[in-house]
Protein backbone atom coordinates (compact mmCIF):
# COMPACT_ATOMS: atom_id res chain seq x y z
CA UNK A 1 0.00 0.00 0.00
CA UNK A 2 0.96 3.69 -0.54
CA UNK A 3 -0.73 6.53 -0.04
CA UNK A 4 1.55 9.30 -1.45
CA UNK A 5 -0.59 11.22 -4.14
CA UNK A 6 -0.20 10.98 -8.15
CA UNK A 7 1.24 13.90 -9.62
CA UNK A 8 -0.21 14.98 -12.91
CA UNK A 9 0.41 18.19 -15.11
CA UNK A 10 -1.23 19.60 -18.26
CA UNK A 11 -0.37 23.04 -20.01
CA UNK A 12 -4.04 23.42 -18.54
CA UNK A 13 -6.98 21.68 -17.94
CA UNK A 14 -6.82 18.96 -20.50
CA UNK A 15 -4.96 16.52 -17.92
CA UNK A 16 -8.10 16.48 -16.15
CA UNK A 17 -9.26 14.47 -18.13
CA UNK A 18 -6.77 11.50 -17.27
CA UNK A 19 -7.44 12.62 -13.42
CA UNK A 20 -11.36 11.98 -14.36
CA UNK A 21 -10.24 8.31 -15.50
CA UNK A 22 -8.18 7.41 -12.71
CA UNK A 23 -11.14 8.83 -10.17
CA UNK A 24 -13.17 5.66 -12.45
CA UNK A 25 -10.99 3.23 -12.66
CA UNK A 26 -9.08 3.99 -9.32
CA UNK A 27 -11.26 5.76 -6.69
CA UNK A 28 -9.29 5.47 -3.43
CA UNK A 29 -6.03 7.36 -5.65
CA UNK A 30 -5.12 10.72 -4.15
CA UNK A 31 -4.23 13.57 -7.12
CA UNK A 32 -1.87 16.55 -7.02
CA UNK A 33 -2.42 18.28 -10.53
CA UNK A 34 -0.76 21.32 -12.01
CA UNK A 35 -2.33 23.38 -15.37
CA UNK A 36 -0.13 25.65 -16.77
CA UNK A 37 -3.17 27.92 -17.07
CA UNK A 38 -0.27 31.35 -17.59
CA UNK A 39 1.47 29.84 -20.43
CA UNK A 40 -0.98 27.43 -22.18
CA UNK A 41 -0.81 26.35 -25.18
CA UNK A 42 2.00 24.39 -25.36
CA UNK A 43 1.50 23.10 -29.13
CA UNK A 44 2.85 26.23 -30.75
CA UNK A 45 5.59 26.20 -28.27
CA UNK A 46 9.33 25.03 -29.30
CA UNK A 47 10.81 21.72 -28.05
CA UNK A 48 13.26 23.72 -25.36
CA UNK A 49 10.60 25.99 -24.34
CA UNK A 50 8.20 22.85 -23.44
CA UNK A 51 11.29 21.15 -21.73
CA UNK A 52 11.74 23.72 -19.98
CA UNK A 53 8.17 24.29 -18.50
CA UNK A 54 7.98 20.72 -17.95
CA UNK A 55 11.04 20.20 -15.53
CA UNK A 56 10.07 23.09 -13.64
CA UNK A 57 6.64 21.40 -12.97
CA UNK A 58 8.21 18.13 -12.50
CA UNK A 59 10.50 19.62 -9.24
CA UNK A 60 7.24 21.42 -8.50
CA UNK A 61 5.66 18.08 -8.16
CA UNK A 62 8.42 16.21 -6.82
CA UNK A 63 8.65 18.67 -4.23
CA UNK A 64 5.07 17.37 -3.00
CA UNK A 65 6.44 13.46 -2.92
CA UNK A 66 4.53 11.70 -5.35
CA UNK A 67 4.33 8.02 -5.72
CA UNK A 68 4.11 8.03 -9.48
CA UNK A 69 4.07 11.31 -12.42
CA UNK A 70 1.63 11.30 -14.96
CA UNK A 71 2.55 13.44 -17.90
CA UNK A 72 -1.47 14.13 -19.11
CA UNK A 73 0.19 15.97 -22.16
CA UNK A 74 0.99 14.19 -25.15
CA UNK A 75 2.66 17.52 -26.55
CA UNK A 76 5.17 16.90 -23.08
CA UNK A 77 4.98 13.36 -23.45
CA UNK A 78 6.33 14.30 -27.37
CA UNK A 79 9.50 16.23 -26.26
CA UNK A 80 10.47 16.05 -22.55
CA UNK A 81 9.34 12.41 -21.18
CA UNK A 82 13.03 10.88 -21.56
CA UNK A 83 14.64 14.13 -20.32
CA UNK A 84 11.89 14.01 -17.29
CA UNK A 85 12.42 10.39 -16.71
CA UNK A 86 16.52 11.04 -16.32
CA UNK A 87 16.12 13.66 -14.23
CA UNK A 88 14.19 11.43 -11.79
CA UNK A 89 15.07 8.22 -12.32
CA UNK A 90 13.52 6.60 -9.10
CA UNK A 91 9.92 8.21 -9.95
CA UNK A 92 7.93 6.49 -12.28
CA UNK A 93 7.33 8.44 -15.00
CA UNK A 94 4.49 7.60 -17.36
CA UNK A 95 3.60 9.24 -20.53
CA UNK A 96 0.24 9.17 -22.82
CA UNK A 97 1.75 8.59 -25.83
CA UNK A 98 3.26 4.82 -26.00
CA UNK A 99 -0.27 2.93 -23.55
CA UNK A 100 -2.01 4.58 -26.50
CA UNK A 101 0.05 2.79 -29.52
CA UNK A 102 0.37 0.19 -27.44
CA UNK A 103 -3.82 -0.60 -27.36
CA UNK A 104 -3.65 0.81 -31.05
CA UNK A 105 -1.45 -2.14 -32.35
CA UNK A 106 -2.92 -5.01 -30.40
CA UNK A 107 -6.31 -4.24 -31.83
CA UNK A 108 -5.18 -4.72 -35.16
CA UNK A 109 -5.92 -1.67 -36.36
CA UNK A 110 -3.89 -0.80 -40.32
CA UNK A 111 -5.32 2.54 -41.22
CA UNK A 112 -4.97 5.42 -37.62
CA UNK A 113 -5.95 8.87 -38.01
CA UNK A 114 -3.74 11.33 -35.18
CA UNK A 115 -5.13 14.21 -34.59
CA UNK A 116 -2.95 16.12 -31.64
CA UNK A 117 -1.40 19.66 -31.15
CA UNK A 118 1.33 21.10 -34.23
CA UNK A 119 3.97 20.19 -31.62
CA UNK A 120 3.24 16.79 -31.22
CA UNK A 121 2.90 16.47 -34.81
CA UNK A 122 5.89 17.90 -35.78
CA UNK A 123 7.46 15.10 -33.59
CA UNK A 124 6.24 12.56 -35.99
CA UNK A 125 6.41 10.47 -32.58
CA UNK A 126 2.58 8.77 -32.77
CA UNK A 127 3.96 7.67 -36.58
CA UNK A 128 7.01 6.20 -35.61
CA UNK A 129 5.66 4.37 -32.53
CA UNK A 130 3.13 2.91 -34.24
CA UNK A 131 5.12 1.73 -36.94
CA UNK A 132 8.01 0.14 -34.94
CA UNK A 133 5.44 -2.23 -33.72
CA UNK A 134 3.65 -2.41 -37.30
CA UNK A 135 5.75 -2.11 -40.13
CA UNK A 136 2.47 -2.12 -42.07
CA UNK A 137 0.64 0.48 -40.28
CA UNK A 138 -0.83 3.45 -42.19
CA UNK A 139 -0.45 6.56 -40.16
CA UNK A 140 -2.13 10.16 -41.18
CA UNK A 141 -1.48 12.91 -38.90
CA UNK A 142 -3.15 16.24 -38.89
CA UNK A 143 -2.31 19.56 -36.51
CA UNK A 144 -5.52 21.31 -35.40
CA UNK A 145 -4.05 24.24 -33.58
CA UNK A 146 -7.45 25.89 -32.99
CA UNK A 147 -8.69 23.59 -30.93
CA UNK A 148 -7.08 23.85 -27.54
CA UNK A 149 -7.22 27.61 -27.07
CA UNK A 150 -11.23 27.52 -27.78
CA UNK A 151 -11.20 24.40 -25.10
CA UNK A 152 -9.76 26.81 -22.71
CA UNK A 153 -11.90 29.51 -23.56
CA UNK A 154 -15.18 26.70 -22.51
CA UNK A 155 -16.69 26.70 -26.09
CA UNK A 156 -16.45 22.42 -25.77
CA UNK A 157 -20.00 22.47 -26.01
CA UNK A 158 -21.00 25.56 -28.84
CA UNK A 159 -21.61 25.47 -32.21
CA UNK A 160 -18.05 27.31 -32.94
CA UNK A 161 -16.13 24.12 -31.89
CA UNK A 162 -18.77 21.78 -34.33
CA UNK A 163 -17.66 23.29 -36.79
CA UNK A 164 -13.74 23.79 -36.19
CA UNK A 165 -13.71 19.84 -35.80
CA UNK A 166 -15.70 19.70 -39.29
CA UNK A 167 -13.30 22.16 -40.24
CA UNK A 168 -10.00 20.08 -39.50
CA UNK A 169 -11.89 16.65 -40.23
CA UNK A 170 -14.02 16.52 -43.18
CA UNK A 171 -11.08 16.69 -46.01
CA UNK A 172 -9.20 14.21 -43.72
CA UNK A 173 -11.51 11.61 -42.97
CA UNK A 174 -12.23 11.68 -46.87
CA UNK A 175 -9.08 12.28 -48.08
CA UNK A 176 -7.52 8.45 -45.94
CA UNK A 177 -10.57 7.07 -45.12
CA UNK A 178 -9.32 5.38 -42.47
CA UNK A 179 -11.45 4.07 -39.37
CA UNK A 180 -9.66 4.30 -36.07
CA UNK A 181 -8.77 7.65 -34.74
CA UNK A 182 -6.19 8.69 -32.06
CA UNK A 183 -7.59 11.83 -30.11
CA UNK A 184 -3.45 12.41 -29.42
CA UNK A 185 -4.34 15.58 -27.28
CA UNK A 186 -5.63 15.15 -23.89
CA UNK A 187 -7.65 17.86 -24.37
CA UNK A 188 -9.61 16.46 -27.49
CA UNK A 189 -12.14 14.19 -24.78
CA UNK A 190 -13.31 17.00 -24.40
CA UNK A 191 -14.96 17.59 -27.85
CA UNK A 192 -14.96 13.79 -28.33
CA UNK A 193 -18.82 14.18 -28.85
CA UNK A 194 -18.63 16.13 -31.94
CA UNK A 195 -16.66 13.89 -33.72
CA UNK A 196 -18.63 11.00 -32.40
CA UNK A 197 -21.55 12.60 -34.28
CA UNK A 198 -20.23 13.34 -37.46
CA UNK A 199 -17.85 10.50 -38.09
CA UNK A 200 -19.57 7.79 -36.20
CA UNK A 201 -17.83 4.94 -38.15
CA UNK A 202 -14.51 5.79 -36.45
CA UNK A 203 -13.75 4.47 -33.48
CA UNK A 204 -11.68 6.62 -31.57
CA UNK A 205 -8.77 6.26 -29.07
CA UNK A 206 -8.18 8.37 -25.99
CA UNK A 207 -5.05 9.13 -24.62
CA UNK A 208 -6.30 10.26 -21.45
CA UNK A 209 -7.95 6.68 -20.43
CA UNK A 210 -5.08 4.43 -21.71
CA UNK A 211 -2.71 5.78 -19.69
CA UNK A 212 -4.47 5.29 -16.59
CA UNK A 213 -4.61 1.16 -17.41
CA UNK A 214 -0.87 1.45 -17.16
CA UNK A 215 -0.54 3.03 -14.11
CA UNK A 216 -3.13 0.53 -12.91
CA UNK A 217 -1.32 -2.30 -13.72
CA UNK A 218 2.19 -0.53 -12.52
CA UNK A 219 0.22 -0.03 -9.29
CA UNK A 220 -1.03 -2.93 -8.33
CA UNK A 221 1.86 -4.79 -9.34
CA UNK A 222 4.43 -2.66 -6.98
CA UNK A 223 1.71 -3.13 -4.28
CA UNK A 224 0.99 0.52 -4.18
CA UNK A 225 -2.20 1.06 -4.72
CA UNK A 226 -4.00 3.74 -1.95
CA UNK A 227 -6.68 2.85 0.38
CA UNK A 228 -8.18 4.83 3.03
CA UNK A 229 -6.06 7.84 2.61
CA UNK A 230 -7.15 10.89 4.12
CA UNK A 231 -5.26 13.05 1.96
CA UNK A 232 -7.70 15.34 -0.14
CA UNK A 233 -6.96 15.92 -4.02
CA UNK A 234 -5.05 19.39 -4.70
CA UNK A 235 -5.01 21.49 -7.70
CA UNK A 236 -2.80 23.86 -8.77
CA UNK A 237 -2.79 26.19 -11.41
CA UNK A 238 -0.59 29.24 -12.66
CA UNK A 239 -3.68 31.61 -13.91
CA UNK A 240 -7.11 31.02 -12.23
CA UNK A 241 -8.38 32.19 -15.04
CA UNK A 242 -12.77 32.63 -14.97
CA UNK A 243 -12.74 30.07 -17.81
CA UNK A 244 -10.70 27.76 -16.10
CA UNK A 245 -12.81 27.53 -12.90
CA UNK A 246 -16.07 27.08 -14.61
CA UNK A 247 -14.58 24.24 -16.93
CA UNK A 248 -13.29 22.60 -13.72
CA UNK A 249 -16.76 23.17 -11.93
CA UNK A 250 -18.42 21.03 -14.90
CA UNK A 251 -16.00 18.76 -15.05
CA UNK A 252 -15.96 18.35 -11.01
CA UNK A 253 -19.69 18.96 -10.28
CA UNK A 254 -20.57 17.34 -7.24
CA UNK A 255 -16.87 16.58 -5.84
CA UNK A 256 -15.09 18.60 -3.00
CA UNK A 257 -12.96 19.78 -5.98
CA UNK A 258 -10.57 23.39 -4.65
CA UNK A 259 -8.22 24.81 -6.85
CA UNK A 260 -5.33 26.70 -5.67
CA UNK A 261 -2.98 29.69 -7.63
CA UNK A 262 0.89 28.54 -7.79
CA UNK A 263 3.65 30.66 -9.63
CA UNK A 264 6.67 28.34 -10.39
CA UNK A 265 9.41 30.65 -10.74
CA UNK A 266 12.52 30.01 -12.73
N1 LIG B 1 -3.27 18.75 -23.56
C1 LIG B 1 -2.09 18.90 -24.29
C2 LIG B 1 -1.68 17.73 -25.12
O1 LIG B 1 -2.10 16.63 -24.83
C3 LIG B 1 -1.49 20.24 -24.54
C4 LIG B 1 -2.17 21.11 -25.48
C5 LIG B 1 -1.53 22.44 -25.66
O2 LIG B 1 -1.22 23.10 -24.65
O3 LIG B 1 -1.33 22.85 -26.80
O4 LIG B 1 -0.92 17.86 -26.05
Redesign the pocket.
Same mark, same amino acid.
Given at each position: MDNRPIGFF?? *?L *? #?LTSVHELHKRLPEEKVIYYG?TAR &?? @? *? !? /?SPETIKTFATQIVDYLVSKNPKMIII =???? +? &? !?WALDSLRERYPEIPILG +?IEPTVRRVVSDGCKRVGVI?? /? =??IKSDIYGRSLKSLDPEMQVYSLAC?AL +??LI?EGFTDSEIMELTVKHYMDDFVRDHDFDHLIL #???? @?PLVAKHIRKHYPGIKLYN !? !?AEVIKDAAKILTENDMLAKGSELRDRYYASDLSENFIAMTDLLFAGTDFKIKFIKLED
Open positions: DS *G *G #GD &TP @Y *G !S /K =ACNT +V &T !S +VAT /K =ATP +VPE #GCTH @Y !S !S
